[in-house]
């Protein structure tokens, strides 16, 4: 049992890199940027408080996610975590120790995710994503086979989110220095953490997480 947090700026390719984790290792993926999507699509009252939030690329309140993170590890059997966006602040990572705790369960490994701030913003403005599956599409690097058609499961349901926007995106990352970025120095204290380039290609990061994995 592995479980294993992804720490990087907005477009350093959390979603993509966890999505290969459970592919390939059966892992589960908690990412509390996808359970705020969903909880707002769905119409719930947390819901549509958090999305003005959302849009303006700032971050919900710790009381909120670590919630929504306490309920999944405390109804589930995993094969192994990956924590993917979360914990973005001191209070949540503290928080998210003491969860695992209770359970039982330690962390194995922080991954920090490197990238040149230059190449987040043409990252993130071309980024969509399959609705059905959560493939991760880029207009210029990785567009799908078929325009308009997810490679993977054959959706036409391809989305854009509403804060992948240039604005949206210098505010994230603001909140990225001044909030999340100290947890690399957590990390590295407590003897956790690894890094990867994740300016790499994905094959390579994927390898590059794996042999920090397998260790
Ligand atoms: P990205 O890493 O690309 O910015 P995410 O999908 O992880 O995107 O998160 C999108 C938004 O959801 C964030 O900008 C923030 O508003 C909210 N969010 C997600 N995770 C957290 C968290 N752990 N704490 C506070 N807000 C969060
Ligand atoms: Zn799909």
Do not use: W
């Not at 009252?45 to 303006?56: F, Q, R, S």
């Not at 990785?142 to 499961?153: A, I, L, Y």
């Not at 210098?170 to 001044?178: A, I």
């Amino acid at each position: 049992m592995t479980n294993v947090i992804l720490l990087g700026p907005p477009g350093a390719g959390k979603g993509t890199q966890a999505k290969r984790l459970v592919d390939e290792r059966g892992m589960t993926q908690l990412s509390t940027g996808d359970m705020l999507r969903a909880a707002r699509s769905s119409g719930s009252e947390m819901g549509l408080k958090v999305a003005a939030v959302m849009d303006a690329g700032g971050l919900v309140t710790d009381e909120i996610v670590i919630g929504l993170i306490r309920e999944k590890l405390e109804s589930g059997e995993s094969n192994g975590y990956i924590f993917d966006g979360f914990p973005r602040t001191l209070g949540q990572a503290d928080a998210l120790g003491a969860l695992l705790d209770q359970i039982g369960q330690k962390l194995d490994a922080v991954i920090s995710m490197q990238v040149d701030d230059s190449a987040l913003v043409r990252r993130v403005t071309g980024r969509y994503t399959c609705a059905n599956c959560g493939a991760v599409y880029h207009d210029e690097t990785h567009p799908t086979k078929v325009d308009g058609v997810c490679d993977s499961c054959g959706s036409t349901n391809l989305v854009r989110r509403a804060d992948d926007n240039e604005e949206s995106l210098r505010h994230r990352l603001m909140e990225y220095y001044k909030k999340t970025s100290p947890l690399i120095g957590y990390y590295y204290a407590k003897g956790d953490l690894s890094s990867v380039d994740a300016l790499a290609k994905v094959e390579d990061v994927a390898g590059a997480i794996k042999d920090i994995l397998d260790r």
